[in-house]
C-alpha cells in the first residue's frame, strides 16, 4: 500500500512539470509576426504625430486692441469757451465743406458783423486796392473793435499822406529856394568881377597919384583922399566876397535839407507803410482769435452729426464735445493700435494682423486680414508703440462677408511675429534645454 500511494502521488507533480514547462514555452516565446507589425503601428503612430504637429500651425502673436477708421479720421469739434450757444448754422447730418461754420456761442460782438469785416479783410490787398470803410461804419465787433480802429487809423494816416504828401510841398519849396540862390550867386559872381576890375583901375590910379605925390606935384590931401576911395573899395570887394561865401553856405545847407527832407520822407513813408502792415495783421490775428474761441468750424470735408441734441441758447463747457465730422472719403480704412513694450521689439513692418470685431462675431462673420504699415519711433507717455494697420482687403472678412463701415470700430488685433508650426514649437522646447 505505501508503495502505490507513493507512485500515485508522482504521476501528478510529473504531469504538472511537463504542463508548466509547455506554458512556459509560450509565453516566453512571442511570434515574429506580433513583433514587426507591432513596430510598424507604433512607428506610424510616431509619424502620424509629427506630420500633425507639422500641419498645425502654432505662430507666435502679440494681441492688442485695434480700432479702425478711416486714412483721415473723423474730426471731433470742441468748445474752446463756455457759454450759451447763439446760433446753429447747419443741421443734423448735413454735408459740409472745409471751413463751414457750425455754431456760433455767445460773444459781446455780432457775428454777422464779424464775418462781413472777415470778407473785406480777406479781398484787401495792401497797395493794390482801397479798403471798403463805407461798409463797416456801423459794425458790432466787440473784442475786436479796438484792433480795426487802430488799423483805420493807421490806414488813414497813410492815405492822408499819399494824398497831401506834406514832404513833397517842402521839397518843391526847397527845390525853388535852391534855384533863387543859384541865380543870387550867379549875380554876386558877375558882380565880383566888376568890382575886382574896378579894384585894379583904383589900384592904378593910386599908385600913379603917390608917385606925383613923391615929386611933389600934388598934396599929400590928395594922395590920402586917393587912399581912402582905394580902401573903400577893396572893402566893397571883401563885402562881395563874403556875401558869394555865405551865399554858397546857404546852398550847401539847402542841398543838405533837401537830401534830409527825401530821407525823413522815405522814413514816414516806411513808417506808415509798416504800421498799416502792422495794424491790418493784427486784425486778421483778433479775426482768428474770435473765431478759435465762439466760432465750431469743421477743417474738413464730410458729414456733420450732432453728438448732443444741442439747440439755440443751450449752454456748452469748454472743453465739451459738440460735433464730429464724418470725412466724405470712406474708402481707405487704416487700424490704429497700441502695443506694449513687452515682445514689441519683435513687431515688423509688413507682418500680418488678424482684426476680430467686437460688433462681428468672427466665428459668424470671419477675421479681417491686415498688414504692420507703420510703426511709431517713440513710445507715448504710457510706453506704448503706436502701429498704422493697413487693410488690403478692406473691410471683407475671412468668410467673404463685407463688413458696414462705422467710424472707430473697435476689436482684437493679433500681430503674427513669427508664423510657425506645432513641431518648431517643440523643438523650441528642445533648444532651451541643450542651452541649459
Not at 119 to 148: H, M, R, W
Not at 304 to 330: H, K
Request: with cysteine.
Amino acid at each position: 500500500m505505501p508503495n502505490n500511494q507513493q507512485t500515485n502521488s508522482q504521476l501528478p507533480i510529473t504531469d504538472f512539470q511537463l504542463r508548466n514547462e509547455e506554458v512556459q514555452e509560450i509565453l516566453t516565446r512571442v511570434p515574429h509576426w506580433l513583433i514587426r507589425w507591432g513596430n510598424v503601428v507604433v512607428l506610424s503612430i510616431v509619424l502620424l504625430m509629427l506630420g500633425v504637429s507639422w500641419m498645425i500651425k502654432y505662430p507666435d502673436m502679440i494681441s492688442t486692441q485695434i480700432s479702425i477708421t478711416t486714412q483721415v479720421p473723423p474730426q471731433k469739434i470742441l468748445a474752446k469757451t463756455s457759454g450759451r450757444i447763439e446760433a446753429i448754422l447747419v443741421a443734423d447730418k448735413a454735408n459740409v465743406v472745409k471751413e463751414t461754420p457750425l455754431a456760433i456761442i455767445e460773444n459781446t460782438a455780432n457775428y454777422n458783423d464779424v464775418f462781413l469785416l472777415k470778407s473785406c479783410v480777406n479781398n484787401f490787398i495792401i497797395d493794390k486796392n482801397e479798403f471798403p470803410f463805407e461798409k463797416t461804419n456801423a459794425l458790432q465787433l466787440g473784442d475786436i473793435e479796438s484792433y480795426f480802429a487802430v488799423f483805420q487809423k493807421e490806414y488813414i494816416a497813410d492815405e492822408l499822406n499819399a494824398k497831401l504828401q506834406p514832404y513833397q510841398v517842402e521839397g518843391n519849396a526847397q527845390s525853388y529856394e535852391a534855384i533863387q540862390l543859384r541865380e543870387r550867386l550867379s549875380l554876386l559872381e558877375s558882380q565880383k568881377s566888376i568890382n575886382q576890375s574896378e579894384l585894379e583901375l583904383q589900384k592904378n590910379d593910386l599908385e600913379r597919384y603917390e608917385t606925383l605925390y613923391k615929386k611933389g606935384i600934388i598934396a599929400t590931401q590928395e594922395v590920402e583922399k586917393q587912399r581912402l576911395q582905394y580902401l573903400q573899395h577893396q572893402k566893397n570887394y571883401k563885402n562881395l566876397l563874403s556875401s558869394v561865401s555865405q551865399l554858397k553856405s546857404s546852398i550847401n545847407d539847402l542841398n543838405r535839407n533837401s537830401k534830409t527832407t527825401i530821407i525823413n520822407e522815405n522814413k514816414e513813408n516806411t513808417n506808415l507803410e509798416r504800421n498799416v502792415i502792422q495794424a491790418f495783421y493784427q486784425l486778421k490775428k483778433a479775426i482768428k482769435d474770435w473765431e478759435l474761441n465762439y466760432v465750431l468750424r469743421s477743417s474738413i470735408d464730410g458729414k456733420v452729426t450732432f453728438l448732443q441734441l444741442w439747440s439755440v441758447n443751450q449752454t456748452v463747457t469748454s472743453g465739451d464735445n459738440v460735433f464730429a465730422i464724418i470725412p466724405s472719403n470712406e474708402t481707405n480704412y487704416i487700424g490704429k493700435l497700441k502695443a506694449i513694450a513687452q515682445n514689441s521689439g519683435k513687431i515688423k513692418v509688413g507682418q500680418e494682423v488678424n482684426i476680430r470685431l467686437a460688433n462681428y462675431p468672427d466665428r459668424e462673420f470671419g477675421i479681417i486680414k491686415g498688414k504692420v504699415k507703420s510703426i511709431s519711433l517713440t513710445p507715448d507717455k504710457d510706453g506704448n508703440l503706436l502701429i498704422d494697420v493697413s487693410l488690403p482687403n478692406g473691410l471683407k472678412t475671412s468668410y467673404k462677408k463685407d463688413i458696414a463701415f462705422q467710424q472707430e470700430m473697435s476689436g482684437n488685433a493679433d500681430i503674427i511675429t513669427e508664423d510657425l508650426r506645432l513641431l518648431e514649437r517643440l523643438l523650441y522646447q528642445f533648444k532651451d534645454v541643450f542651452r541649459r
